[in-house]
């Protein structure tokens, strides 16, 4: 497992539209989304009372109205109305309306825990900046949105009958690092190495190559794999799609442009 910290190559004006969406994505999971979602995960066979049983049936619902279930993009249909080609539900707790086109996108904006919403915004802010300063702000919110989207779908597409909802920004996150590769393969990521331990300066297309590949070998049930490799495509084709409009071609920078920072690779 690769995480990484920081890029060496500074953009070169503020990155007002990350920052922006770095600012939604957490007041949506702190002030939006229902108060069970930002409390850690408990185990064991405590006893549950009514208002655990209340917060446990808010979030439930929440999910369904907002999160993007698969059966329901498949079918059209929301699973309240048992739409043939749905799995059961899992839970009984269904919104009684919703807009299934609607859900594409707010599931975007939708974190499970804090440690989800800590990861993803993390990745946003190391590879959001430049993306945004190649892009401009236009150009990269429809990145984003477009990105996610087709991550989404791409998750759908995989799991056609599931009536679980999928929630979170890394989809469309993964179209922002997409587009980073295709812009900035050769800039340089301070990256921490699990399996090693140690922190060191490493190519960004070696970093995300690494997260692409590994994407294919995910056993835990609980990441959608097939949405971070969707957006990680769709962003990467259109950053070379719109990267030949003129426009975004004179956002283009030269190795003088950069200044070449490039420190040597050291462990921490």
């Given at each position: ?251 283009a920078r030269t190795d003088v442009d950069v200044g070449l920072r490039r420190p040597a690779p050291r462990p921490?």
């Amino acid at each position: 497992m690769a995480v990484p910290f920081r890029d060496d190559l500074p953009s070169r004006r503020p990155s007002w539209l990350t920052m922006v969406l770095i600012g939604v994505l957490t007041f949506v999971f702190l002030v939006l989304q229902p108060a069970l979602f930002q409390r850690p995960a408990t185990s064991g066979s405590g006893s549950v009372d009514a208002s655990t049983t209340r917060e446990v049936a808010e979030a439930e619902t929440f999910l369904m109205r907002w999160g993007t279930v698969p059966c329901e993009v498949t079918t059209g249909r929301a699973v309240i109305e048992r739409p043939d080609g749905c799995d059961e539900a899992l839970t009984r707790h269904l919104p009684g309306e919703k807009s299934v086109p609607l859900s594409l996108l707010t599931a975007l904006f939708l974190h499970a825990d804090v440690f989800h919403l800590a990861g993803n915004l993390l990745f946003l802010w190391v590879f959001g900046n430049n993306v945004e300063d190649r892009l401009g702000r236009g150009w990269y919110v429809l990145l984003y949105l477009v990105g996610g989207v087709a991550a989404s779908l791409t998750f759908v597409a995989f799991n056609q009958h599931s009536a679980a909802p999928l929630i979170g920004a890394s989809g469309a996150i993964a179209a922002v690092m997409g587009a980073y590769l295709v812009f900035q393969p050769r800039a340089r990521v301070l990256t921490g190495i699990v399996a090693v331990p140690q922190v060191v300066y490493l190519p960004a297309a070696a970093v995300l190559g690494l997260y692409f590949v590994t994407q294919f070998f995910t056993v835990d049930d609980g990441v959608a794999w097939q949405a971070h490799a969707g957006g990680m495509v769709a962003g990467a084709l259109l950053a070379l799609l719109v990267g030949r409009l003129p426009s975004i071609r004179a956002r283009a920078r030269t190795d003088v442009d950069v200044g070449l920072r490039r420190p040597a690779p050291r462990p921490f």
